[in-house]
C-alpha cells in the first residue's frame, strides 16, 4: 500500500457554479480522506494557479485538477489544451467532470490528454459517489509522481 | 376483124406461101425461069400483105408489136431462105443467066446487108453493161459464137480458089441467109419468158429494115439496061416495101417518141405538181410529227397523270403519270370503261356524271376533289379537271382528264389547321414577327396577357411589350443572339398595355423558311408573376421553417441542456438537505423535500428525453449499409438483462439489408422491444420480429402479446410526453414512442400500431425500398 501522505491532498478544482463548488467540497468532507480543495473559477485563474502568477504566488501544486468544460473567459478545453502543453505542467491528471455527455465534447478531452471525464450526476448520491470514487481512485490507488 | 390478126395466121399464111412457091419450084424444075419467077412475085407480096398486117395490128393494138415484127420477119427469112436456096441450086445447074446473076447478085448485096443490120444489131448490145452481159451470158455466147461461124464460112467462101464472081455472088447469097438466120436467132434470143416479150428486138429488126431498104434502093439505084423490067419492077416493090415498113417503123417510133416525150413533158408537169405536193405533204407531216411529238413530250413528261376518254368513258389514252401515280398497267387501263379500272375508286357517280355531261353538254368542270384508297399507293386526295377535246376534223369527241395530287397539300393543310388551332386555343401567348419584329399574329392567349387587342399589336413593331429597365439594357442583346439564329430562353419583365409590368418565361425562336433563309420569330411567353412570386413565397416559407425546425431543435437542445445545471442544483440541494437534516425535520418536512426531489428527478428525465428527441433530428448519423438483423440484435444485446428479468421469448425473422442510420435503427426496435417488456401481461412475454416486403416497402412488425391498447388511442401515443398509464403503474415519460416516430419520419417511412386492449399490440413500421441494398 501506499505510504501515508504527511500533508493534506492538494486538490484544484475549476469551477464556476458556486452550486457545485460548494457540493464538491461537501462531498469531500463526507469523504475519509483529509484534502485540500483550491477553487478558480475560470480558465484563466487556472492558469494563474497552477504557474504560481499574482495573485496566486503562494499557491501549492495541486496533485489533481477537476475541471468544469463550461467555463467563462478561457474555457475548459483551451485551459485542458494549454496544460498539457506545458512540460511542467502535463504530469498533472486532470478530471474533467461536467455535465455535458456530448460525444464532442468527450472526445476533444481526451484527445486534449485530459486523464479521465466524468459526467456529473444528476442524483446527489450519484454525485457523492463520484467524488468518493475520485478520491479513492487517484489518491489511494494511482501512483502519482512525486514532487 | 384486125384485132383477130394474129402471129400465127401470118406465119400459116407465110408458110403457105412457101410451100405453094415451092411446088411451083418444083413444078418449074427443068422448065427454066418461070417457076422462080413467079415465087418472087408471090414472095413480095406476101411481105407486103404481112407488113401492113403488122402495121394495122399496131395501129390498134401496141403490145405484142414486137411479137407481129418477128413473126412477119420469121415469114420474110423463111422465103428469101427458099429463093436463096433455089437461086444457089439454079447457078449450080450450070444455067447462067445474066438476069438471074444480077438477081442473085442483088439479093445477096440485100442479104448481106442484113448481116450487117445483124451485126449492128448486135452493137446495140455493146454498152458498158450489155457487154458485161454479152461476156458473161451464156445465152448469149452462142449468139456469138454463130456470128463468129457467119463470118468465117463467109470468108472460106470468098477465099476459094477459082470461085467465078457469080458463084462468089452465090456465095454472098448463102451469106445473106445466114444472116436472116441471125436475125432469127436474134428473135429467139431476144424472147423474154419472165415477161413473156421480147426486148429489144425493135432494134434489131429496125436496123434490118433499114438496110434491106438501103440494099434494095442500092439495087434500085444501079438499074441499067441490062436488067429486065420485072427485075426493076421486083425491086422497086421491095423497096417500097421496105420503105414502106421503115416509114411505118419510123412513124410508129416518132409517135411513140412524141407520145413519150408528151407523156414525160406531162409527167414532169405531174412529177413537179406531185413533187409540189409531197413537199407540202412532207411539210404538214413533219409539222404534224413535230406537233405530235411536240404533244406527245408533253403528255408523258407532264407530273400530273392525264386520261383521254372517248364518249362511252372509255380510255383511250394514258399518260405515264397516270401508271405511275396509280400503279396501274397499260393492259388493264387503255380500253377500259373509266369506272372499271383500279378497284373502283373511279366508280364515283359524281364524277362519272360530271364526266359524261361534257360532249353532249360541252361543259367542262375543275377542281373536282376526291378522296380515296388506292392499292399499293395509299388514300390519295386528287383534284380532277374535265375537258372536251376540239377536234375540227374529226366525228369522235374526245374527253381530257386531267388529275393532281393534292395529298401532301391536303395533308399539309390539315396539319397546318391543326397547329394553328393549337396555337390558338393555346394557354401560352404566342406571338409571331417578321424579320425586323414586326408583330404578324398573336393569339388570344397574348392579347389577353398583354392588354393590347389584334389592332394595336398587328403591323407594330414587338418592341411595346418591353418595361423600360429592358428596353435600357437586356432587349438588345436577346435580339443580337435570336437574330443570329439562335433560341433565346428565359424570364424577362414584360409591360402590360396598362402599364403594369409581369414577369414572363420568354421563349423567342427563329422561324426559317425552306431556304433557311430568316423568316421571322416565335415568341412564346407565360405569365409567371403569379407562378413566381408563390415560388418565392414558398422557398421563403420553407426557408423560414427550415429555420424555424433548427432554431427549435437547437432550442430544445440548449434549453434541456442548460436547464440541467439549475435542476441539479435544486435536486442536488434537497437530496443534500435530506441527507444532513432528516434527523433535524419533522414528518411533513421531509415529505417535502421527497416531493421536490422526486419532482426535481421527473423533470431530470423529462428534460434528458427531450434532449434525446431533439437529437434524432440533429445528431443524426450520416445513412449506410444496415444489416437490419445485426440492428435487432444489438437492440436485443442492449436489453439483455431486461428481457432475461422477465424470462420473454423473442423471435426474429430474416432482415433486409438497406441504407440507414444504424444507431437510429437500433434505438427504434430497441424502443419497440422495451415497449413490449414494459406492456406485459402477467403472463412472459412473447415478442415477434418481422419483415415482409410490400411494394416499395419494408414492413417491421414487433409483435407482443401483452396489455395492448385501446385503438382510439393508437395516434396518440405516438405524441411526445403522451401516456397512457399514471407513472406509478409504469415508469416513463412516453418519449419511447415519439422517438420511434421521429426517426421512422427521418427515414422517410411510417410507424403504426394495431391492437386491442389485452389481446398484445403490433407495433409496425415502413422503410422505403429505395434504401434498400442487394446484400
Known amino acids: 500500500m501506499r505510504k501515508q501522505r504527511s500533508r493534506p491532498v492538494e486538490i484544484l478544482l475549476v469551477e464556476d457554479n458556486p452550486g457545485d463548488i460548494r457540493l464538491t467540497r461537501e462531498a469531500l468532507r463526507e469523504g475519509k480522506l483529509h484534502s485540500h480543495l483550491n477553487v478558480v ?41 494549454e496544460i498539457k502543453q506545458d512540460a511542467d505542467l502535463r504530469a498533472i491528471p486532470v478530471v474533467v467532470l461536467t455535465t455535458s455527455n456530448a460525444e464532442k465534447d468527450i472526445s476533444q478531452a481526451y484527445a486534449a490528454h485530459a486523464n479521465c471525464y466524468i459526467r456529473k450526476p444528476v442524483d446527489f448520491g450519484q454525485f457523492m459517489d463520484v467524488i468518493r470514487m475520485i478520491e479513492r481512485f487517484w489518491f489511494t490507488i494511482v501512483l502519482l509522481p512525486s514532487e | ?38 415465087l418472087q412475085w408471090l414472095t413480095l407480096p406476101a411481105v407486103v400483105f404481112a407488113a401492113i398486117l403488122v402495121l394495122l395490128r399496131f395501129l390498134v393494138d401496141r403490145t405484142n408489136f414486137n411479137f407481129y415484127l418477128a413473126a412477119l420477119l420469121t415469114g420474110s427469112v423463111l422465103l428469101e431462105g427458099i429463093t436463096t436456096v433455089m437461086s444457089t441450086i439454079f447457078f449450080q445447074s450450070g444455067s447462067p443467066h445474066a438476069l438471074f446473076g444480077t438477081l442473085v447478085a442483088s439479093t445477096s448485096v440485100v442479104r448481106f446487108t442484113l448481116t450487117g443490120s445483124a451485126l449492128l444489131a448486135l452493137l446495140t448490145f455493146v454498152n458498158a453493161a450489155r457487154l458485161r452481159f454479152l461476156l458473161t451470158s451464156f445465152r448469149t455466147m452462142w449468139l456469138w459464137l454463130l456470128g463468129a461461124a457467119t463470118v468465117v464460112v463467109a470468108l472460106l467462101w470468098m477465099v476459094q480458089p477459082g ?77 417500097v416495101g421496105y420503105l414502106t415498113l421503115f416509114g411505118g417503123l419510123l412513124l410508129q417510133n416518132f409517135r411513140q417518141l412524141k407520145d413519150a416525150e408528151l407523156r414525160a413533158q406531162n409527167l414532169s408537169l405531174i412529177n413537179e405538181e406531185v413533187q409540189q405536193e409531197i413537199e407540202e405533204r412532207k411539210w404538214t407531216e413533219e409539222l404534224l410529227r413535230e406537233t405530235r411529238l411536240f404533244a406527245e413530250t408533253i403528255v408523258e413528261s407532264i407530273r400530273d397523270p392525264l386520261l383521254v376518254l372517248d364518249g362511252d368513258l372509255r380510255i383511250v389514252r394514258v399518260n405515264r403519270a397516270f401508271y405511275r401515280m396509280f400503279k396501274l398497267k397499260p393492259a388493264s387501263t387503255v380500253n377500259r370503261l373509266l369506272h372499271e379500272i383500279g378497284r373502283g375508286q373511279w366508280d364515283r357517280p359524281e364524277l362519272l356524271e360530271k364526266v359524261r355531261r361534257i360532249i353532249p353538254k360541252r361543259e367542262s368542270f375543275e377542281n373536282f376533289e376526291m378522296t380515296s384508297v388506292f392499292p399499293r399507293s395509299g388514300a390519295k386526295t386528287i383534284l380532277i379537271n374535265g375537258h372536251l377535246i376540239n377536234q375540227k376534223d374529226l366525228q369522235t369527241k374526245l374527253i381530257l382528264v386531267t388529275m393532281s395530287d393534292i395529298t401532301a397539300t391536303k395533308l399539309a393543310q390539315e396539319e397546318a389547321r391543326r397547329l394553328a388551332s393549337g396555337v390558338e386555343s393555346a394557354a401560352d401567348s404566342i406571338m409571331m414577327t417578321d424579320p425586323e419584329g414586326v408583330v404578324r399574329y398573336v393569339n388570344p392567349a397574348m392579347t389577353d396577357l398583354s392588354g393590347f387587342s389584334d389592332t394595336d399589336l398587328l403591323g407594330q413593331k414587338a418592341d411595346m411589350f418591353w418595361s423600360e429597365a429592358k428596353a435600357a439594357d437586356g432587349s438588345n442583346g436577346v435580339w443580337q443572339k435570336v437574330q443570329a439564329g439562335e433560341v433565346w ?106 416531493f421536490a426531489v422526486d419532482g426535481a428527478m421527473r423533470m431530470q428525465k423529462l428534460i434528458e428525453d427531450l434532449l434525446q428527441y431533439s437529437r434524432v433530428g440533429t445528431h443524426g448519423q450520416p445513412f449506410k449499409r444496415t444489416d437490419c438483423g445485426l440492428v435487432v440484435n444489438k437492440a436485443l444485446e442492449n436489453l439483455k438483462l431486461s428481457i432475461e428479468d422477465c424470462d420473454a421469448t423473442v423471435t426474429q425473422e430474416k432482415m433486409p439489408v438497406m441504407i440507414a442510420d444504424e444507431i437510429q435503427l437500433v434505438q427504434l426496435f430497441q424502443n419497440l422491444i422495451h415497449n413490449a417488456l414494459k406492456f406485459r401481461n402477467g403472463s412472459a412475454p412473447v415478442i415477434k420480429i418481422a419483415c415482409r416486403e410490400h411494394k416499395k416497402e419494408w414492413i417491421f412488425s414487433v409483435r407482443d402479446n401483452g396489455t395492448g391498447l385501446d385503438a382510439r388511442y393508437a395516434d396518440r401515443i405516438f405524441v411526445i410526453f403522451q401516456r397512457l398509464h399514471n407513472s406509478d403503474d409504469i415508469p416513463g415519460t412516453g418519449i419511447g414512442l415519439a422517438i420511434c416516430k421521429k426517426i421512422v419520419e427521418r427515414h422517410e417511412g411510417r410507424i403504426w400500431v394495431e391492437s386491442r386492449p389485452n389481446a398484445g399490440a403490433t407495433f409496425s413500421f415502413s422503410l422505403p425500398r429505395l434504401k434498400e441494398v442487394v446484400p
Not at chain 2, 3 to 21: E, T
Request: glycine share 4%; hydrophobic share 45%.
Open chain 1, 41 to 81: 473559477s475560470d480558465g484563466a485563474q487556472a492558469l494563474s494557479y497552477l504557474r504560481m502568477w499574482q495573485p496566486f504566488t503562494d499557491a501549492i501544486r495541486p496533485d489533481v485538477i477537476l475541471m468544469d468544460l463550461n467555463l467563462p473567459r478561457k474555457n475548459g478545453h483551451e485551459l485542458l489544451q
Open chain 2, 163 to 239: 470461085l467465078e464472081q457469080d458463084y462468089l455472088k452465090a456465095g454472098f447469097a448463102v451469106v445473106e441467109y445466114l444472116s436472116f438466120a441471125f436475125i432469127v436467132a436474134a428473135l429467139f434470143i431476144s424472147w423474154d419468158k419472165k415477161i413473156n416479150q421480147f426486148r429489144d428486138f425493135r432494134s434489131y429488126f429496125f436496123a434490118f429494115v433499114l438496110l434491106s431498104l438501103a440494099a434494095q434502093a442500092i439495087t434500085v439505084l444501079s438499074f441499067d439496061s441490062t436488067m429486065s423490067l420485072s427485075f426493076k419492077i421486083v425491086h422497086l416493090i421491095r423497096c
Open chain 2, 1 to 38: 376483124m384486125i384485132n383477130r390478126i394474129n402471129a400465127s395466121y401470118i406465119i400459116y399464111a407465110m408458110l403457105g406461101i412457101a410451100a405453094a412457091s415451092l411446088c411451083l419450084m418444083m413444078l418449074g424444075f427443068g422448065t427454066g425461069l418461070l417457076p422462080f419467077l413467079a
Open chain 2, 489 to 594: 430562353r428565359g424570364e424577362v419583365t414584360n409591360r402590360r398595355k396598362s402599364g403594369e409590368l409581369y414577369e414572363a418565361l420568354l421563349t423567342i425562336a427563329p422561324i426559317f423558311d425552306s431556304e433557311k433563309a430568316l423568316e421571322g420569330f416565335v415568341s412564346v411567353q407565360k405569365d409567371v408573376t403569379e407562378l413566381k412570386a408563390a415560388r418565392e413565397e414558398l422557398s421563403r416559407r420553407a426557408e423560414e421553417l427550415a429555420k424555424s425546425n433548427a432554431e427549435l431543435e437547437q432550442f430544445a437542445y440548449i434549453a434541456s441542456h442548460d436547464l440541467q445545471e439549475p435542476l441539479r442544483m435544486v435536486s442536488s440541494y434537497c437530496q443534500l438537505l435530506r441527507r444532513r437534516y432528516r434527523d433535524k425535520l419533522d414528518t411533513d418536512a421531509n415529505e417535502f423535500i421527497d
